[in-house]
């Protein structure tokens, strides 16, 4: 059982990373996709709008899916989709294509992500012991990859789909032989079987805190990969060249954070590791603010990658313990924030820079990670004021169709 869980641990960490390269090769090369179909600057939002907004239909039909079929053979086919999705995008001619591709690759973006995180909140209740941050931590490392070879094709002038097909050649093989390695929580709709069938009354009430910080989370991580690069160079007037090293210094502590931060939820628990990264990201968006010059900006992104970077493996982590018998349910409801938060944040910090001052916009998606300090006892039923009977008592009562409220 041991050698099956630690193979299932590096096959989903695999998918992990390799999800993280391709949504970063997609995101990092989007002035070449733009110049390749010749869309134009308004048109332009229309299409990035569309990935996200598919995406959340996509982790919707997954709820739905998943009471029928393992979310293991979920991840196994929508992954393959991803890929060639996206060497679609690079190899298309005409705007039609570039509308199929991103359509494809926002639907099974949203299917991918909903069962990576089912596995890996499943495995983690088999572990015993927090492993979440480890699987985000892959990711990290796949967008650091991804980043930099999308870097590589863009300096060498390669054309998109000569800048994808190696990348799609050796993951998408990888990832599905990989994939028989997977190890699923249950049998599919087990989760909705039983007395009052849990996975068909979930009390939104007790999901919303986790949603809300799922939604401040991705506004702050859009703020920073959308606008960070536009905020050096134009607040604080670094050169072109030193604007690009913000992001990259978030995703690499991103990655730092998220690879100890597994040994400090074991330690500390999970409700102090989430209270820290809040501050700590908060922080550094208030040192964005208040820079005086791009070295301080740096040091402030650095601060905001650092921080944020625990929140999102922790809610979906959080997710799984608060329904236990219907985590898959939970998981792909609050899969749907995380397009939410990525659809306004953008759009609401370039609205308040325009209208007020970029410094000023800085400020939202400060008091939005310090709201999740007033949700961070979600993250912990069992040190709520319920306590540990109570808790459970609570979760069958839900199990029973009780609002339990």
């Known amino acids: 059982m041991t050698d099956v869980l630690r193979r299932g641990r590096a096959s989903l960490a695999f998918s992990f990373f390799a999800q993280g390269a391709t949504f970063a090769l997609l995101v990092t090369r989007i002035p070449a996709i733009q110049d ?13 709008a569309a990935v996200p907004i598919l995406a959340g239909v996509g982790s919707v039909t997954t709820e739905q899916l998943v009471k029928r079929i393992r979310p293991s053979v979920l991840l196994r086919w929508s992954q393959p989709v991803v890929l060639l999705a996206l060497l679609g995008v690079g ?3 005409s705007m039609a294509e570039l509308a199929v591709a991103l359509g494809a690759f926002g639907l099974g973006v949203g299917a991918l992500d909903a069962s990576m995180n089912m596995l890996g909140v499943s495995l983690q209740r088999t572990y015993g012991r927090s492993i979440m941050l480890s699987f985000h931590a892959a990711y990290s490392l796949g967008g650091i990859v991804g980043a930099s070879l999308a870097w590589a094709g863009a300096h060498w ?4 789909w000569v800048s994808y097909l190696p990348v799609v050649a050796v993951l998408l093989p990888a990832a599905f032989v990989g994939s028989r390695w997977y190890v699923d929580g249950g049998a599919p709709g087990a989760e909705g079987e039983g007395e009052g069938a849990e996975a068909g009354s979930l009390v939104f009430k007790l999901l919303l805190p986790l949603c809300l910080v799922m ?17 050096l160079k134009d607040v604080l007037g670094s050169s072109e060249q030193v604007a690009t090293v913000p992001y990259n210094v978030y995703m690499v502590m991103c990655l730092v954070g998220r690879g100890i931060g597994d040994l400090g939820v074991r330690r500390f628990g ?3 590791v989430v209270r820290l990264g809040a501050v700590v990201a908060a922080v550094g968006f208030g040192v964005v603010a208040v820079a005086p010059g791009a070295g301080v900006g740096m040091l402030g992104f650095t601060l905001v990658g650092l921080g944020l970077c625990v929140l999102v493996p922790q809610t979906f982590a959080a997710a799984g313990r608060l329904f236990p018998g219907a985590s898959d349910t939970a998981i792909a409801r609050l ?6 938060g990525f659809l306004i944040g953008s759009p609401l910090v370039g609205a308040l820079g ?15 990670v310090l709201v999740t300090l007033v949700y961070a006892r979600s993250f912990a039923p069992q040190e709520g004021r319920y306590g540990d009977g109570h808790e459970r008592a609570r979760t069958a009562d839900v199990g029973r169709g009780s609002n339990g409220l």
Do not use: C, E, Q
């Open 36 to 48: 390749r179909y010749g869309v134009s600057d308004g048109l332009l939002p229309v299409f990035l």
């Open 335 to 340: 899969n749907v924030f995380n397009y939410v």
């Open 215 to 231: 939604t401040f989370a991705y506004i702050g991580d859009s703020t920073v990969s959308n606008w960070s690069a536009k905020y």
């Open 91 to 93: 190899a298309g001619d």
């Open 354 to 368: 325009d209208a007020w001052s970029y410094r000023g916009a800085m400020l939202v998606p400060m008091v939005l």
């Open 157 to 160: 002038h390669l054309a998109l």
């Open 270 to 272: 999970a409700a102090a």
